[in-house]
């Protein structure tokens, strides 16, 4: 069985312990039992998602489960991250997972991932410190506009080293482990937590460039359309398509003169929608 920081979902957890020790005649009568619970299904309600462990029933299980030390202090984690009801109790606790992946040096999948696509910094460091080979610390900053600071290009360069994102030679030069990366589909709660706080952050950057940046250095367009949603869901995958061959093109590349951002938005600017439904509403009466 996989260790537990390896889980990001607790009921998950539950349900592979539970499995692996079942042919063994373990019953969920006896795994409640030995968590203190009175009623003998209550946990496989909890694996089916009818039930919730608390702050205190969490602590119980862990002990059934033999966890000890940290382990005890991540499954707690891993219930409150279950239970936060909205991104930002979700953000707050992965903030706390993060924290706790550092404290005791262990690796939480899907920690990293978090703290990688957190900030729009780590992505252009990851690009910029390949590109200037023995380039100091300050030069890293005066490359990235002077957007990050001196002393947190360092602290970021480490955590891409430890996380794996960057290699560094025996020159000190440092490499991609992968040319190309995105968020991961298979962790949707981490994607719904981080991604929209990182597009906001795209997009003040794309402001920014606007102001600044002159004419022959950007390109920025836009086009409103009237659409249906067959043909909303036809352009979403053609923008993805077209995402992906733009990705095909930069990583047939291994030079990097510049780094670049490339926002694709589509959004609602009516909501004609709920017009049409209150006038034939109307009408019926």
Not at 8 to 16: A, G, L, S, T, V
Not at 40 to 62: D, G, H, I, M, R
Not at 197 to 216: I, S, Y
């Amino acid at each position: 069985m996989k260790p537990v920081t390896e889980y990001m979902d607790y009921r998950e957890y539950i349900r592979d312990y539970y499995t692996e020790r079942k042919a063994f005649g373990f019953s969920w009568n006896a795994f409640a039992s030995s968590a203190g619970f009175s009623s003998p299904v209550f946990l496989q309600y909890v694996c089916e998602a009818k039930k919730n462990l608390s702050e205190k029933t969490a602590s119980q299980v862990a002990s059934a489960m033999g966890l000890v030390g940290y382990e005890v202090d991540f499954f707690e984690l891993l219930v409150a991250y279950g239970n936060a009801k909205d991104d930002k109790s979700k953000k707050a606790v992965l903030g706390r997972i993060s924290v706790f992946a550092e404290t005791h040096r262990v690796r939480v999948i899907g920690a990293d991932e978090y703290e990688f696509f957190k900030s729009w910094k780590n992505s252009v460091v990851r690009e910029i410190a390949p590109a200037l080979p023995g380039a100091t610390h300050k030069q890293l900053s005066i490359a990235s506009r002077r957007r990050i600071p001196t002393a947190e290009i360092a602290k970021i360069l480490d955590f891409l080293l430890q996380s794996g994102y960057l290699e560094v030679d025996e020159n000190g030069c440092y490499h991609q482990v992968n040319r190309s990366l995105k968020m991961s589909g298979e962790r949707n709660t981490i994607r719904k937590s981080v991604a929209r706080d990182l597009q906001r952050q795209m997009t003040e950057l794309a402001l920014d460039a606007l102001e600044k940046e002159p004419a022959e250095n950007r390109n920025m367009t836009g086009v409103t359309l009237g659409i249906t949603r067959d043909k909303y869901a036809q352009i979403v995958q053609e923008l993805a398509e077209c995402r992906r061959r733009i990705v095909a093109i930069a990583a047939s590349d291994d030079a990097t003169e510049e780094v670049y951002r490339l926002n694709m938005q589509l959004f609602p600017l009516t909501d004609i929608g709920s017009v049409n439904s209150t006038s034939t509403s109307r009408r019926k009466k």
